[in-house]
């Protein structure tokens, strides 16, 4: 079943409404001389994929209706309000509600006066859902708020989850590694080499592996940074104005309500890797810490070697 989204327009209104922010690719957009008569506009995503075109024919609620212009968003990744637009008073007869109105649109002529006519709305119609732009704006500035909090928090933890096992691993490669120097470091003990003494060469020759690896790391992470700024990936935000829902009607091949779906205005956003320079110096303190941690567990492994390990090693 076929099912489409149907809004009745006033077809004389062109300062404001649902159709603003879209442009005619094909026809004609509607017109006042349009009321009373079964003329439909059609959104152009629908109209391909349901294979429409202008002077044809579309059924709404049993009756077909000839389509006069194709309409695309002015926003290339948006869509437009509806699938089908009809005249007003025909939408209204056919939803047999009356002079139903679901949506108003308002355009002032200067934007100082926004908020004083917003709350003259509000008063005289309590009822209603009065928005304006910078609520839609608002609304967007909210979204992404959560999006960029909910991925700070991820990345911490992740960062957090990371930063544990290579400390982890480090320590566990470490331990393995003085296992495997049994013989050098028996040999030391029996030289004359206090525990002390081992627990530094081990614990420093780790912290100048952290550094190497650090600076290293520091590196590629540079050069990801700049791969992202140079090839500058976008996410889309979305505004959406309920372009209303009103009495049901009929669809092309099947019902489908006179209801508007969200009128949208998209922007796209540049995503960048930032850096500084104390989030680079706390990767480097990151590194050599969690190098120290691992030599200070290797060096107490090896001062746990006993002369008779240590001798067995040597000879």
Known sequence: MDSFSVLGVDPGATAAGPLTAATVSGGRALTSSDAGTDVAVVDATYAASASLAVDGTIDVAGTPFQIVGIVASSSSSADTAANVYIPLDVAQKLSGAGDVVSTVYVQ??????????????????????????????????GSLASASSLITNLGTWLSIIVLVVAVALAVLFTISGISRRTRELGTLKAIGWSNARVVGQVAGESVVQALIGGVIGVALGLIGALIISIIAPTVSASAGATAGRGPG??????????????????????????????IVGLALVLAVLGGLIAGVFGGWRAARLSPAEALRAVS
Do not use: M
């Open 108 to 141: 002032v002529s200067s934007s100082d006066r926004i908020a004083a006519i917003q709350s003259a709305l509000k008063a005289a119609l309590p009822t209603a859902t009065v928005s304006s732009q910078s609520d839609l704006a608002s609304t967007v500035s």
């Open 249 to 278: 009607g009929g669809g092309r091949g099947g019902g489908s309500g006179f209801g508007g779906q969200l009128a949208q205005t998209t922007t796209e956003i540049a995503l960048h890797a930032p850096l500084s320079l104390w």
